[in-house]
């Protein structure tokens, strides 16, 4: 089984821009959650689809919103970005009864300028 | 206080050493527990999963759950340079009528040869 697949996998951008990501999950995974990592702040929970609806929300400004399509693919998007937003995003996926067990990508390394 | 609390470490073992590597959690009705590995530059990657009170142990690894005491720890016996990495212990907590998986900071695992 292919794993999950995210892109771009580097993105440079400066503030004020906005951005957006991509994550298509483990074939027959209908979860998909996003987080941002950070060496200060670790692994921080963005949110959760599962059949196309957000199930669930970390405490993220408004700016950090995202979706997920019919075929599981998911994406987020960050508006009006900040220094801050330099991170790591990572999006997992998992069978929705098994939430825990949650299968990685390789991530995607956004720079804000 | 954080729903999920891990020693930062380093933990620093010598090879052929039990690393052993601990976790408190805040909810109490937590009953889902798991143990991510992951090694610099990389994405985590599960290793364990814990769902009842005991040890449950899978190769090298063993892990320990208290609930009584919201205690979660995870034993490596025999720890080889290549478990150098940071473990992430996770715990799914109830939110509202839904689930989601925290991530402690994690505690970053040094085994000298």
């Known amino acids: 089984k ?3 697949t995210q892109t771009p996998r580097y993105l440079i951008k400066t503030r004020g821009q906005q951005v957006t990501l991509s994550c298509s999950p483990i074939s027959g995974h209908r979860s998909v959650s996003w987080y941002q990592q ?18 669930n929300k970390g405490n993220f400004p408004g700016r950090f919103s995202g979706r997920q399509f019919s075929n599981s ?17 990572l999006c997992a996926s998992s069978l929705a009864i098994r939430l825990g067990e949650q299968y990685f990508g390789p991530g995607t390394r956004l720079t804000v300028t | ?13 010598p090879e052929g050493a039990i690393a052993s590597l601990n976790c408190t959690y805040s909810d109490r009705g937590s009953q889902s527990f798991f143990w991510y590995r992951q090694y610099s530059g990389k ?35 025999d720890s080889q340079p290549s478990d150098s990495a940071t473990y992430l ?3 799914i907590v109830r939110m509202d009528s839904s689930y989601k998986l925290i991530f402690g900071s994690g505690t970053r695992l040094l085994v000298r040869p």
């Open chain 1, 2 to 4: 292919a794993g999950v």
């Open chain 1, 38 to 55: 950070t060496p200060g702040q670790g692994l921080q929970f963005l949110f959760e689809y599962f059949s196309e609806t957000q199930r």
């Open chain 1, 73 to 89: 693919r998911s994406e987020m998007n960050v508006s009006t970005l900040e220094l801050g937003d330099s991170a790591l995003y």
């Open chain 2, 1 to 13: 206080q954080k729903e999920v609390e891990q020693n930062s470490g380093p933990l620093s073992v």
């Open chain 2, 43 to 77: 994405s985590p990657e599960l290793i364990m999963s814990i769902y009842s009170n005991g040890d449950k142990e899978d190769g090298r690894f063993t892990a320990q759950l208290n609930k009584a005491s919201q205690y979660v720890s995870l034993l490596i016996r």
């Open chain 2, 89 to 91: 212990c996770a715990v």
